[in-house]
């Protein structure tokens, strides 16, 4: 069966520092890959996917994420932090022979001034 | 843009009643999900829905549970027998198709008191 895991709960960074934020997927057949945001009392935004067409993968707000099969990882990157970047994060994966989509456990982004 | 409606945004019930959450996928997509997250923790998948019949469902989805498409709009969640443990932030999802991205209402909020 497939499945995510999000290292880091919790990760604060500066305003303007670099972020990154790890997944780590499992899954025997080449899977699907989101990266998905949600922001306090809302739901849940579509930052970013990987459909096996190119392994560096750009999203909204400047956000990216590069698909490794050797390291099976799809971390999250974005070279400098703005305030408005503080949400809760969910790396989420799917496969071609499954309907649905299972999410990590989800990151939260702290930014400081 | 075409958007994921859910109603109510806030329901209160007392423990013991049915409810059921409602949503309006977005009109073109085929692939309908429920999912939930209580407080604090990950989004945890329900059930998948495809041409009219349950596509997948997760240990989650008891007998207490099911899912309807009254109509070519909506696609409602029913619990028949709410428990205090219920009480979560309910999504609504749609896709074009199996390993497309889903797009997320804003979510209901049941409360079981």
């Known amino acids: 069966a497939q499945s995510v895991t999000q290292l880091g709960s919790h990760v604060s960074v500066s305003e303007g520092a670099l972020v990154l934020l790890r997944c780590n997927y499992s899954?025997?057949?080449?899977?699907?890959l989101f990266w998905y945001v949600q922001y306090p009392n809302q739901g849940l935004q579509l930052l970013l996917k990987?459909?096996?067409?190119?392994?560096l993968v750009k999203g909204i707000n400047g956000f990216e994420a590069e698909f490794k099969k050797s390291e099976t990882s799809f971390h999250l990157t974005k070279p400098s932090a703005h305030m408005s970047d503080a949400a809760e994060y969910f790396c989420?994966?799917?496969?071609?022979?499954?309907?649905?989509?299972?999410f990590g456990s989800g990151t939260r982004l702290s930014i400081r001034p | 843009e075409p958007e994921v409606t859910q109603t109510p945004s806030h329901q209160v019930t007392q423990m013991g009643q049915e409810v059921i959450l409602r949503c309006v996928p977005i009109?073109?997509?085929?692939?309908f999900y429920w999912y939930r997250q209580i407080l604090g923790q990950k989004v945890e998948f329900l059930v998948s829905?495809?041409?009219?019949?349950?596509?997948?469902k997760s240990e989650i989805f008891d007998d207490q549970f099911s899912v309807e498409r009254p109509d070519g709009s909506n696609f409602t969640l029913k619990i028949r027998s709410t428990k205090l443990e219920d009480s979560a932030m309910y999504f609504c999802?749609?896709?074009?198709?199996?390993?497309?991205?889903?797009?997320f209402g804003q979510g209901t909020r049941l409360t079981v008191v």
């Open positions: 999802a749609s896709s074009e198709g199996i390993n497309t991205e889903a797009f």
């Open positions: 899954s025997s057949v080449p899977p699907y």
């Open positions: 990987y459909t096996s067409a190119a392994t």
């Open positions: 989420a994966v799917s496969v071609s022979s499954a309907s649905k989509i299972i």
């Open positions: 009109s073109n997509h085929l692939y």
């Open positions: 829905f495809y041409n009219n019949e349950i596509s997948e």
